[in-house]
Structures are given as C-alpha cells and as structure tokens.
C-alpha cells in the first residue's frame, strides 16, 4: 500500500502560480507511476499530468505549457508547478499513485483561481 499526503493548494488569482506537492510514503518502489488529477464541482475527475518510473510525462491538453509535473526519488514526493492559473483550473487536486497494489489517492487539495 502507499500512501500519499498533498499539500500547497489555496487561492490565487487568474494569471497567478501555485506549487503543489505530494509526499509518498509505504511502497513506494511498487510505484509505477505517479500523477495529478483534478476534479470540479459536477464534474468528473480528469487526469492532469502523469510521471512515470522512466520519467516520461504527459499533460492533459488543457494544461500543456502551463504546467510542469516533477518527482523526487529521494524525498519520494511528486509536485505539479503551476503557471498562468485559469478560473477553470479551479478544482480540487488529487495526488495519484499506480503501483503493484493499485491505485492510491492522497485527500486532495482545493486549488481556487479567482480575482
């Protein structure tokens, strides 16, 4: 089992940045993957940016250029930079890890872009 812990949301206005990070802890050489998920008021739960073991990544269309995922292997924490905020990147965000055990998710943290 891993789990995860995310911290650093919190509101900023349109145009602003945020740095959101995940500490990871339990299994983590099980990780095959590590991500970021987002979810909004009525919406469904969206995939926002993936890191994998190889450190390949992949954005969402939405956030690609604005956004930069990144892991450290040796503080095992994963942590999503955040650029140029949208009213509509506001959501809460979920840290997600795919492992040997599954999928693990973190509590999420409220991220609000607004002026």
């Known amino acids: 089992q891993v789990q995860l812990v995310e911290s650093g949301g919190g509101l900023v206005q349109p145009g602003g940045s945020l740095r959101l990070s995940c500490a990871a802890s339990?299994?983590?050489?099980?990780?095959?993957?590590m991500g970021w998920y987002r979810q909004a008021p009525g919406k469904q739960r969206e995939l926002v940016a993936k890191?994998?073991?190889?450190?390949?990544?992949s954005y969402a269309d939405s956030v690609k250029g604005r956004f930069t995922i990144s892991r450290d292997y040796v503080k095992n924490t994963v942590s999503l930079q955040m650029y140029s905020l949208k009213p509509e990147d506001t959501a809460v965000y979920y840290c997600?890890?795919?492992?040997?055990?599954?999928?693990?998710w973190g509590q999420g943290t409220q991220v609000t872009v607004s002026s």
């Open positions: 339990g299994s983590i050489f099980s990780i095959y993957a």
């Open positions: 997600n890890a795919n492992s040997v055990g599954g999928d693990s």
């Open positions: 890191i994998t073991k190889s450190d390949r990544t």
